[in-house]
């Protein structure tokens, strides 16, 4: 059976999303990665994590670049213009999704918390002008 904690299928994109969202922010690296996401509820091994980056870098999405730290190398990436178009598309669709999934539940009068939908106008208005 499916560990629904750990079901790559499903988790897998929302995990190179969030990569991708960092190394947009600041230069990453595999550890640190780990790190965040085990944060955020996702428990990565190396394992999992260092093929992730190096198929983001295939892709042309990151740059990997070694760097001195201390005595050691460390591996570090940042994203390039093509990882940041993508993560521009990702987080839209992220952003319809989102609304979906908690306007629906607001609709149904689901307890689950959701963001006051005046937010969520603003964001979608916001979104649009960026990409107009
Ligand atoms: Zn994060």
Request: aromatic fraction near 8%; hydrophobic fraction near 30%; charge should be positive.
């Amino acid at each position: 059976m499916t560990n629904v904690l750990d079901d790559r299928d499903l988790y897998g994109g929302l995990i190179r999303m969030h990569i991708l969202h960092h190394a947009n922010e600041e230069t990453i690296y595999g550890q640190g990665m780990i790190e965040e996401l085990r944060r955020h509820g996702y428990a990565i091994g190396p394992g999992t994590m260092y093929p992730l980056l190096h198929g983001l870098e295939k892709k042309g999405y990151l740059l990997a670049k070694r760097e001195l730290h201390g005595s050691r190398y460390r591996q570090v990436y940042r994203i390039t213009g093509t990882g940041r178009r993508v993560l521009l598309v990702s987080r839209r669709r992220v952003q319809e999704l989102f609304g979906e999934m908690f306007e629906d539940s607001a609709k149904n009068s689901d307890p689950t918390p959701t963001l006051p939908s005046k937010k969520h106008t603003e964001n979608k208005r916001n979104s649009r002008k960026a990409f107009s």
